[in-house]
């Protein structure tokens, strides 16, 4: 049972952005005072990226866990609306899928960041995120992913 009123609860949800999320801005500032440019969430490519960074063809897109439906421990499927939260976040799971194939066959590479490399107990430091980003960028590496550290 939820123990939030159906107003407080959609209050609560049309409070979470889309873009400009902490974990998206801990990687563009990060980047950014490590002498990178880039463009944020560019609209004329498919799933608008987070960060465009066309001198290195490279796109980051950061994935928060929850709803792109990540096996980690930030995942927890909400007691209440099983079926609608399962089915939205599969959803969210296959335009995911959709938009990084296009975009590779497009020839981009492609880096996700999970939200649980950022935050949580299975965080990593921010400079060893900002350090696989950047090898990254300067690698010929197609599809990639920041994920937290798994705890036993």
């Keep these: 049972?939820?123990?939030?009123?159906?107003?407080?609860?959609?209050?609560?949800?049309?409070?979470?952005?889309?873009?400009?999320?902490?974990?998206e801005r801990i990687i563009a500032l990060g980047l950014h005072s490590r002498g990178y440019r880039?463009?944020?969430?560019?609209?004329s490519l498919q799933g608008s990226p987070d960060l465009v960074f066309r001198k290195?063809?490279?796109?980051?897109?950061?994935?928060?866990?929850?709803?792109?439906?990540h096996d980690c421990h930030l995942?927890?499927?909400p007691a209440t609306?099983?079926?609608?939260?399962?089915?939205?976040?599969?959803?969210?799971k296959c335009r995911d899928l959709r938009n990084v194939q296009n975009l590779l066959n497009q020839g981009w590479r492609i880096l996700i960041v999970w939200e649980c490399?950022?935050?949580?107990?299975s965080r990593l430091p921010n400079h060893a995120v900002m350090q696989q980003c950047e090898v990254f960028l300067h690698s010929d590496t197609?599809?990639?992913?920041?994920?937290g550290v798994k705890n036993s």
């Design 142 to 147: 197609k599809l990639a992913e920041i994920k």
């Design 81 to 92: 609306r099983t079926k609608f939260w399962l089915e939205k976040v599969d959803t969210n």
């Design 75 to 77: 995942f927890k499927v």
């Design 56 to 69: 290195h063809h490279a796109i980051i897109f950061v994935h928060g866990c929850f709803w792109h439906g």
């Design 38 to 43: 880039y463009r944020l969430n560019v609209k």
């Design 1 to 23: 049972m939820d123990v939030l009123t159906p107003q407080q609860r959609q209050k609560n949800m049309r409070s979470i952005r889309g873009r400009k999320t902490k974990p």
């Design 117 to 121: 490399a950022l935050r949580g107990r």
